[in-house]
Structures are given as C-alpha cells and as structure tokens.
C-alpha cells in the first residue's frame, strides 16, 4: 500500500509536466484543426533559456525565490515571442494550403529545432567565448529550487510472511514503517500547474478572449465575418501553449537536472499522446489524459519494469483510439463532405 502511494505521488508530479505540453497541443489543434509536431521542442528550448538566464544571474540567485521567478519569466517571455514567430512565419502563410502542408512544416520545425539546437556556436566575444548554441552534450540545469523532503510520512509495514520472519534475528522497529517521500520541487511542479491550468480555464471560459478562441474553433471564416480578429487570437494562441510548455520545460529540467537538445521529442509525443487520451481539442480532457497516462507510466515502473515506460504509454493510446476514439472527454464530430 505504501509503494502503491509513493507511486501516485510520482505519478500525479509527472502528469502535471506532461498536462501543460498537452495544454498547448490542445490549444492549438483547437483554433487551426493543426498538430503542432514542434510543440515539444519549444518546451525543450524553454528548458535551455531557463538555463541560460540562471548561468546569467550567477550564485546568488539559485536557490531563492526571486531568482526562480526571473528564471520562469524569462523563460516564458522567450517561448511565447518564438510561438508568435512559428506561427506569423510558418503557419500563417499555409492557413490555406492543404493540412498536409503544415503538418510537414511541423516536422520540419521540430526537427530544425532539435538538431539545431546539438550545434555547437561559442563566437569570441570582448575577449570571451560567448555559447550562443550549446551542442549535442547534456547539461546539468542549475538548482534554482534546492531540492529538499518536504513531507516524509511513515507508514505501517506490511507484516512479513512467517517462513520470511528468522526467529534469532533481532527486531528493529524502523521496519515496521515505510517512508513516503513528498519532494519539495514535487509540490511546487502540482502548485505551479494547477495554478496555470486553473488561470488558462478561467481565461478560455470566462474572458472576451476565451469566446473568441472558441468562436474561431468552431469556425474560422464565420468568426472574421463577425469582427473577431482572427489572426490575433490564434497568435496569442500560440503565445500561451508556448508560454506553457516554457513552464514545463524548466519544471522537467529542475525534476531531471540534465537537458539536452532531443528531450522535447519523446516528452512532446508523451504529452500528445495525452491530448489524444483525453480527447485533443478538450481542455479538461488534455489533462485527464496527462495524469492518467503518468499514472500509468509509473505504476508499471514499480509493478514491471522501467524498460516497459515507453511501450505501454503508446499501447495505452492504441487501447484508448480503439475503444473510444473520440478520446475520454471528446466528443464525436460529424464532417461535411
């Protein structure tokens, strides 16, 4: 009961990761009907802007709370201008062409991205050599939150079975209690999260803005006709699912300590399995999805084996398209022809 516990509490810490990517891909499948393939890579490039304004503010700001919020600021700031930039310059000119198109355009995003990123750009600079790009290499992201237990229950043992209880042995009451762990940077990762997914439910359900994305989802050309200013609302679409995944970036950088330039895609296509999950274009549902495939994730580490992680996430994806399509909270959607 006590392993089953510490594994939810991973679980859940690892779903909100994965709720705030899912969160973007949502988004924008939502306004555009677009699968945003270099979604997870702007997480991956907000986990290194993160890393470099904490190298930049030097010492004294790893482990204060001013310094982590400039750390996120900058990181968010910089990830919403490169959202904006995808898609004023590559998606925007497509909105016309074919979906193919920009979902080729996508790929290609994603794979500049990536591989860009492996380059290895350190120009002399006043007489320094500035890292402009930082090459294939991992790094270890700074401790912006010092990692610390912050929480640790005990919880009864289970009772041994008798032939496994040697009689000459001495007892020793620590065993009769498991530790349950709660980690500091855990509470903060759910914290941050259900405060973000919180504020993006009230703006989408409760703004001006928030009409007018759902009007340009339902659709585009009705809403120009109506005086909603389209390209706007998908812009800053785009701002905030990449603002989010800036969020999460740092986030799976503080949990993991290392990052390097291909961590976006395998986490990318794990939190778009979870939009499917939960049924893509659905807020809720993306992070129905997100905590219920970390879930999954974790209990088969514990119960089978780590080496299985990645096989039952997209088998859980096959099971979930086979038996409700449409996703758990999607509904079914009738096309024209």
């Given amino acids: 009961m006590a392993g089953l516990l510490q594994h939810l509490i991973n679980g859940l810490a690892e779903g909100t990761i ?107 600079i006043a007489g320094k050599k500035v890292t402009l790009l930082p090459g294939a290499d991992p790094r270890t992201f700074p401790e912006i939150i010092t990692p610390a237990e912050w929480v640790t229950l005990h919880v009864p043992a289970p009772a041994p079975a008798p032939d496994e209880v040697d009689p000459a042995a001495p007892h020793d009451a620590a065993d009769d209690f498991v530790e349950i762990i709660i980690w500091n940077w855990q509470v903060i990762s759910f914290v941050i999260a259900l405060a973000l997914m919180g504020g993006l439910q009230v703006l989408v359900f409760r703004t001006k803005f928030g009409r007018a994305m759902r009007a340009v989802s339902h659709d585009h050309r009705v809403a120009a006709l109506l005086g909603i200013p389209v390209d706007r609302v998908i812009a800053l679409t785009f701002m905030l699912g990449s603002a989010l995944a800036a969020c999460a970036g740092i986030l799976y950088a503080i949990k993991d300590t290392l990052i390097q330039p291909m961590l976006g895609v395998q986490l990318g296509l794990k939190a778009f399995v979870a939009a499917v999950i939960g049924g893509i274009g659905n807020v809720q549902g993306a992070v129905l999805g997100a905590v219920a495939l970390a879930l999954c994730e974790e209990l088969v580490v514990g119960y089978a084996s780590s080496s299985w992680r990645d096989a039952v996430a997209f088998g859980f994806l096959i099971v979930v398209l086979l038996l409700r399509p449409q996703g758990l909270l999607g509904r079914v959607q009738a096309e024209k022809v």
Avoid at 59 to 66: F, N, R, T
Avoid at 75 to 104: D, H, N, Q
């Fill in 18 to 124: 994965y709720a705030l990517v899912a969160l973007g891909y949502t988004m924008v499948y939502g306004v555009l009907k677009l699968i945003n393939f270099a979604h997870g890579d702007v997480m991956m490039v907000g986990a290194y802007v993160g890393y470099a304004a904490a190298f930049v503010l030097g010492d004294g700001a790893l482990g204060s709370l001013w310094g982590a919020v400039l750390v996120f600021l900058v990181s968010i700031l910089f990830c919403g201008l490169l959202g904006w930039l995808v898609e004023r310059f590559a998606y925007r000119p497509l909105r016309e062409k074919p979906r193919l198109t920009a979902l080729i355009t996508a790929i290609g995003i994603s794979f500049t991205l990536s591989y860009g990123f492996q380059l290895k750009v350190q120009p002399e």
